[in-house]
């Protein structure tokens, strides 16, 4: 059977019609256009094979977010290069979700609702999920949480997780379901980045960023299942929308043992080291 062509379409011997290369009206044209994509690269994206022995190497945009499952003693370093990212962070253990972030124990046992270098992420079991290895920004947030779809609707317009102003817990609700999670396991999460303080009347004022380039690192102290967000902060008091880009780095590394200065900071999070060291040695993980 002829092959007969009219214009910059072309019928093949099967009957099928395929559009001229550089088209994507079939099939055939997005297959080629696709393929020719490869390498090209985005401003926010996963860089997939993570350089450099890095486990996890990713860009994440403002108003998106990302997800990965991490080993234990893992260290993740989140870096907001503009001074606009806030990353707002939910932790699981990784297969035992029921155990998560707790931001309420996380302040109250270490006595401090201010996060920096040396403070535990814990969970409601008085254990340790992660810990603050190293921090430049100081400004974070463990009281707020993340933006809601109706109070973003109210400000922005749209708080949809498509749309053109997500809400953060939208977002985490996405996140979730990749990891058989549904909205009722997520937490309140705490909020990187962006700061807020607590005055002396009760009033919680925003203090926003420390600048660009700050960086904050993580220690994987459990097997984790870790949710990002990086959306604006739900008190950032700017009336557009902002939030910058979150550059995401992971490499494996060794979690917190007996020894380490970090172990015997405070007597709290001694006990909270000595509880996920027994909790993880009866599972035959530590």
């Not at 939910?90 to 998560?100: A, S």
């Amino acid at each position: 059977m002829a092959t007969r062509t009219s214009g910059t379409a072309r019928t093949t011997r099967a009957g099928r019609a395929a559009k001229a290369p550089g088209t994507t009206g079939t099939a055939f044209g997005a297959r080629d256009h696709a393929r020719a994509q490869e390498g090209a690269r985005a401003d926010a994206m996963p860089i997939v094979p993570a350089p450099d022995g890095m486990l996890w190497a990713e860009t994440v945009a403002g108003g998106g977010y990302t997800h990965k499952a991490l080993a234990r003693g893992t260290e993740l370093r989140l870096t907001d290069p503009t001074g606009n990212a806030c990353a707002h962070l939910l932790l699981f253990v990784d297969g035992r979700p029921w155990e998560r972030l707790n931001t309420a124990d996380t302040a109250k046992v270490q006595w401090n609702a201010y996060l920096g270098a040396g403070h535990l992420l814990l969970s409601d079991q008085g254990r340790v999920l992660a810990s603050l290895i190293a921090d430049t920004s100081g400004r974070h947030d463990l009281l707020c949480g993340t933006s809601t779809a109706v109070r973003n609707r109210a400000r922005y317009g749209d708080g949809s997780p498509q749309g053109s102003s997500p809400a953060g817990r939208e977002l985490f609700k996405l996140a979730a379901a990749k990891h058989g999670l549904a909205p009722r396991d997520l937490p309140p999460s705490l909020s990187l980045f962006q700061g807020v303080s607590v005055e002396p009347d009760g009033a919680v004022e925003f203090i926003g960023s420390a600048g660009p380039g700050t960086a904050v690192t993580l220690r994987a102290e459990q097997p984790l299942t870790v949710l990002l967000a990086n959306v604006p902060h739900p008190l950032d008091p700017r009336p557009a929308y902002t939030c910058g880009p979150l550059e995401v780095r992971a490499r494996a590394g060794a979690a917190t043992g007996p020894g380490d200065p970090l172990w015997d900071t405070t007597p709290e999070g001694r006990r909270a080291f000595l509880n996920t060291a027994e909790h993880l040695t009866a599972r035959g993980i530590a």
